[in-house]
């Protein structure tokens, strides 16, 4: 649908030929001045793409996250790889590894959303500034 509503903007934009005062509009159907040329249904289908979009983002980024701790605490832990199962001391030192790895992350994390958050009131509290 997206590809057919960018092939329907150029269409009519080459059949009307170009108007300095007609308004434009980008590919996703939004105009200059914020209005948007979208059918409501198309809107919705953009926002589920946008979504979709999102979601495979973030699997992405957790599979990421997951591919780099196994790296890490296989590196740390594995000194000689054998078809034999693990060791006591190999288990604990993963555990261990996996434990500090997600908790890193967790400081991550709260560090990213505690700046986002001041960053956020930041920007409210200018605008608060200058409507007075």
């Known amino acids: 649908w997206y590809q ?3 092939r329907e903007a150029v269409v009519s934009t080459q059949s009307t030929g170009t108007n300095m005062n007609a308004e434009s ?3 996703f159907g939004q105009s200059s001045s914020g209005t948007s040329s979208l059918h409501p249904s198309d809107a919705v289908k953009m926002q589920d793409l946008v979504s979709a979009i999102e979601t495979s983002i973030q699997i992405e980024s957790q599979m990421n996250i997951i591919k780099s701790m196994n ?3 296989f590196e740390r832990c594995i000194y000689k790889p054998t078809s034999s199962p693990l060791g006591n001391g190999e288990r604990q030192c993963i555990a261990k590894c996996m434990d500090r790895f997600q908790d890193g992350l967790k400081v991550v994390n709260q560090t ?3 700046r986002a958050k001041a960053e956020s009131e930041a920007m409210h509290h200018s605008a608060g500034m200058s409507n007075h």
């Open 25 to 27: 509009y980008d590919p």
């Open 71 to 73: 790296q890490t605490c």
């Open 112 to 114: 990213i959303m505690q």
């Open 4 to 6: 057919r509503r960018v």
